[in-house]
């Protein structure tokens, strides 16, 4: 049997496809569909190819080849609409020879610029007319005012055409008249009817959309009563009724004896075209301006998914004029209504020629962004070279070292030689300089090809080949023990919260640089991603561009969304980013975006790449993550890539003038405490700085969302510039921080002292990275918060930054010793962690007490100690009031103000351990990890006891809190009368 889209011919309608693209040309899905499903005709429009040429690469060569011969914009177009159309045309011929010429068109479109002006529109017909050259060519004019003599002129010269935007009975008589007016002035120019042919193309969904929404307003306003006649029985009829009206308008004409005069000298009828078919309604039956318009000589331009839906279920037969006193009383009933079908057609109209005008605007645009990305991308040939020579240089090192990433190299070695020999201004002798170009390597796996781009630009005289060795600085993934690499990266997911701080950096200085970030597809499931890209949006760092590379492939199988760029890119795009998808082994699209990147951002190219790209046997090929190659695959891969003896020159280039600021002695901030003095820690860092913001315009500071608690509020309010607030995103918050510690910034970055676990990789990875100052403060420690909970206890903390090494860690105990430890880290090199106390404590040392690092504080001492207490913080108050009642019962104690966790002072314990019966350490903390584990291995041989939080805590005062779980003062006299045997 017969599918229903061949059955349609036998009722005298012929289905033609709205859509044509190269792809349809090119994989013969548009041979298939004339062969098999007898499609008679194609319509398209600057829509159809814009949305082609916008999201397919099957024109970027004709594109690149006209741009190279100078081809205008318009002209660009025109040669690639012609020739899709040529091509359609020629499909088609034979439909357009076996029917003798009744059918086998294609339709292409003057400019809709030219809808008003009739003596243009003929014009620009004559010539698309004669550049395409093909007998069954469909020239489509608006049906407007202007459109009608250029109709009837054109129809006269022979020129085949398509009418459109017809939405009145009233305008589709008009144009019809033009038909037959310009057959009889052929005709009495003895010029022959029979190769000359029409189509009227009549739309239908855009009226209902408009109709129902007039309907609608009216539908509120009846009272909700439902009568045959009333606005609610209307709805969805209005496109069909005008249709089968215009019908009969179509039939008078081809009965009347003027038509039949003309038929009989080889005429054919001007068949009534249905257009605009598909249901933008979803309550409509998706085949509803199909099944109810069949009949002679009419067609029914259908969408991809209108044909599915009618090859599927639609259902043939005679129907076009079934109805149609119906369809005159629906459109009378209309008219009752209050709506004025004749300004419903003249809005669609207008509608329509602006809808044309838009896409074709539009199309010209992208046409005009590719032309610009290949004029841009001339003399790219030296870039694909150099992007080959670091791919072979990649599967040298990678096989030399016996391990490594290759195939993570080879997929974005063209981005990094466009970056490195092209876009970035950078110094290939100075890897210290500020006023350049950043680059981070975020999927730092792929350091290969970062050591392969320095090597060949010159800016490392280390051998390759010693990549991953023991004493070289080429490491499996980047590190600063090469000098060019600012931060460590290969935990991924951290690259682009360095780049925001590189970034801020470089608008504190004036610096204006680009920070380039290159992270993976797989990276991107990382959350710290997005923290990252949201405070580069809400920061407005137009400098950042984030490349990422989708090859598609992790190390265990395909990356989530394997090549879908459009995922990534929408949610950059939901964060505010400008957003850019891209070829990336396109060279011309890779030059482009770097250049649209260059127009502010943040800019997010996201680049579809092939992991393993240029060598056969690795492309896309699953189980080589991670993987080097033997001798005979590296000698395989090396032939298939070819030789590369290119040398490409770096220019130094700044991106202007830079002078960092000289380094100078700043005086001691002054402090002005009573003793006894009622004031939380927290309350002496945020006063101390404030006074250090005045004196060291190097001090940024950074919060998550809690200024107000942490006491950072103080120098925001005094120093917004240099405050980054950053929200709850601790992990961005500390990665930005880590990006203004290499940048020459002293960054201070303070949330409650639990949410900093949360960050802990980024604060790993930042002691890797070792840079000059970077200060954190963990506020809220311990159990001595009181009634919020569990959640809210920093009790980990002290083991977190103990475990990274080359921290310091430094813990006060009052407002005083807040001060200047707080001060005492703004000159500390590397990663210092500030430890505060929520609750307020008496200010116990004079207000010009100093506290080295690696210092500690006897508050307590005789050559009479029995134990030596050991506290910090809260507990050296605890510690302090255990002394007294200890000493009430004749124990006498030593106490300790270990405020210098790590380094601690070890002479000091020792000391004590020598003098004293044991060491008691009292730690508000976990058992493990803190204090206590600290002075058990500073003094290895000495009896060390450590009183801290052993199980679960709740909530609770402070005092219950510190009482329950074995920290408090009575806990403290306790253990030592235990050890005294009382």
């Not at 594109?63 to 159309?85: F, K, L, M, P, W």
């Not at 960050?759 to 506020?779: K, T, W, Y």
Request: charged fraction near 25%; aromatic fraction near 6%; charge should be negative.
């Amino acid at each position: 049997m017969e599918n229903s889209l061949v059955q349609l011919h036998g009722h005298g309608q012929s289905y033609w496809i709205d859509d044509l693209t190269r792809n349809m040309l090119r994989t013969g899905e548009l041979q298939r569909q004339v062969e098999e499903q007898n499609l008679c005709g194609v319509t398209s429009n600057p829509s159809i190819f814009g949305k082609a040429i916008a999201q397919g690469r099957e024109y970027e060569e004709q594109i690149r080849h006209a741009t190279e011969a100078g081809c205008s914009v318009n002209e660009t177009y025109e040669q690639i609409v012609t020739a899709d159309v040529r091509a359609a045309c020629d499909i088609l011929l034979p439909v357009f020879e076996r029917t003798a010429g009744a059918d086998g068109f294609v339709s292409l479109e003057v400019s809709p610029h030219l809808a008003h002006d009739t003596q243009g529109s003929i014009q620009e017909a004559r010539r698309l007319h004669a550049m395409v050259a093909r007998p069954n060519l469909l020239i489509k004019i608006p049906g407007t005012a202007a459109g009608v003599p250029a109709v009837e002129q054109l129809v006269f010269e022979g020129v085949n055409v398509n009418i459109t935007l017809l939405f009145a009975v009233e305008n589709y008589e008009a144009v019809a008249l033009a038909y037959l007016r310009a057959l009889k002035r052929r005709l009495e120019a003895g010029l022959t009817l029979d190769t000359v042919a029409s189509v009227a193309s009549f739309f239908l969904s855009r009226i209902d959309m408009l109709v129902d929404q007039l309907l609608a307003q009216r539908i509120l306003a009846a009272d909700a009563r439902r009568t045959e006649t009333g606005p609610a029985c209307l709805l969805g009829k209005a496109a069909i009724a005008n249709a089968k009206f215009a019908y009969q308008s179509f039939r008078r004409i081809v009965d009347s004896d003027e038509w039949k005069a003309l038929a009989s000298n080889g005429a054919r009828p001007q068949r009534m075209l249905w257009a605009s078919t598909s249901t933008k309604n979803p309550a409509y039956r998706d085949v509803m301006y199909v099944e109810p318009l069949i009949g002679l000589y009419t067609v029914n331009t259908m969408p991809e998914e209108t044909i599915a839906a009618f090859l599927d279920h639609g259902k043939v037969a005679d129907t076009v004029e079934i109805g149609v006193d119906e369809a005159r009383q629906v459109l009378r009933n209309i008219e009752m209504s209050g709506i004025s079908f004749r300004q419903v057609t003249q809005q669609l109209e207008n509608e329509g020629v602006q809808k044309f005008i838009d896409a074709y605007d539009g199309l010209l645009q992208t046409l005009a962004g590719k032309r610009e990305k290949y004029l841009h991308a001339q003399g790219s040939a030296p870039l694909e070279e150099m992007a080959r020579k670091l791919r072979r240089l990649v599967i040298r090192m990678t096989t030399q070292a016996g391990s490594g990433h290759p195939t993570s190299c080879l997929s974005c070695a063209d981005i990094v030689s466009a970056l490195f020999f092209r876009e970035m201004r950078w110094d290939p002798r100075d890897p210290k300089a500020r006023n350049v170009d950043t680059f981070l390597l975020s999927k730092g796996h792929a350091a290969p090809i970062l050591w392969a781009a320095l090597h060949e630009a010159g800016a490392i005289g280390e051998d390759p080949m010693s990549l991953r060795s023991i004493d070289s600085t080429l490491e499996g993934h980047p590190t600063p023990n090469n000098p060019w690499v600012k931060v460590a990266t290969g935990s991924l997911g951290q690259g682009l919260s360095a780049g925001n701080g590189i970034a801020l950096a470089n608008r504190l200085d004036g610096i204006d640089a680009r920070v380039y970030c290159l992270l993976g597809d797989g990276e991107c499931s990382e959350g710290s991603v997005w923290e990252a890209a949201q405070f580069a949006s809400l920061h407005k760092l137009s400098s950042l561009v984030a490349i990422v590379d989708v090859n598609g492939l992790g190390q265990s199988g395909p990356a989530p969304y394997a090549h879908d760029t459009s995922v990534l890119a929408r949610r950059f795009q939901s964060f505010g980013w400008k957003t850019i998808e891209i070829d990336g082994h396109d060279m011309a699209d890779i030059l482009y975006a770097l250049q649209r990147a260059r127009d502010g951002g943040p800019t997010a190219i996201v680049a579809r790449t092939e992991k393993g790209k240029g060598v056969s046997f690795l492309e896309s090929a699953a189980g080589w993550h991670g993987k080097p190659l033997d001798a005979g695959q590296m000698k395989a891969a090396l032939e298939e890539l070819g030789e590369a003896h290119i040398r490409l020159e770096v220019e130094s280039r700044r991106t202007g003038p830079f002078e960092a600021p000289e380094g100078s002695v700043a005086p001691r901030i002054q402090l002005g405490y009573n003793k006894g003095e009622m004031v939380a820690t927290r309350d002496g860092y945020g006063r101390a700085l404030l006074k250090l913001g005045a004196l060291h315009p190097e001090i940024v500071v950074l919060d998550s969302e809690v200024r107000e608690s942490t006491r950072a509020k103080e120098f925001a309010d005094a120093y917004p510039e240099r405050f980054f607030e950053c929200y709850i995103a601790e992990q961005n918050m500390v990665g930005a921080a880590l990006g203004l510690a290499v940048s020459g910034k002293l960054p201070f970055a303070s949330t409650f002292a639990c949410f900093l676990t949360r960050a802990f990789d980024f604060i790993r990875m930042a002691g890797h990275s070792r840079p000059p100052g970077l200060v954190f403060c963990g506020s809220h420690a311990g159990v001595s918060i009181g009634q919020d909970g569990p959640s809210q206890m920093g009790l980990e903390d002290l083991a977190m930054f103990r475990a990274v090494h080359g921290t310091t860690i430094l813990y006060p105990c009052d407002a005083v010793s807040a001060e200047r430890v707080t001060e005492e880290a703004a000159g500390t090199p590397g990663i210092v962690y500030l430890r505060t106390t929520r609750g307020k404590t008496a200010v116990i040392y004079d207000n010009d007490e100093r506290f080295p690092v690696g210092g500690s504080k006897t508050l307590r001492t005789s050559p009479q100690d029995a134990f030596t207490l050991i506290a910090a913080g809260i507990t050296v108050h605890e510690a302090l009031a255990a002394h007294r009642e200890l000493s009430d019962m004749g124990i006498v104690t030593r106490v300790i103000d270990a405020y210098s966790v790590k380094p601690l002072d070890i002479d000091v314990l020792a000391k004590a351990s020598r003098e004293t019966a044991a060491l008691i350490v009292v730690e508000d903390h976990w058992i493990d990890g803190g204090l206590g584990d600290a002075v058990a291995a500073a003094v290895p041989h000495a009896p060390v006891h450590r009183l801290a939080i052993r199980d679960e805590p709740r909530s609770g005062s402070e005092d219950e809190l510190l009482e329950r779980y074995g920290i408090s003062r009575a806990a403290i006299v306790n253990k030592v009368l235990a050890l005294a045997g009382r």
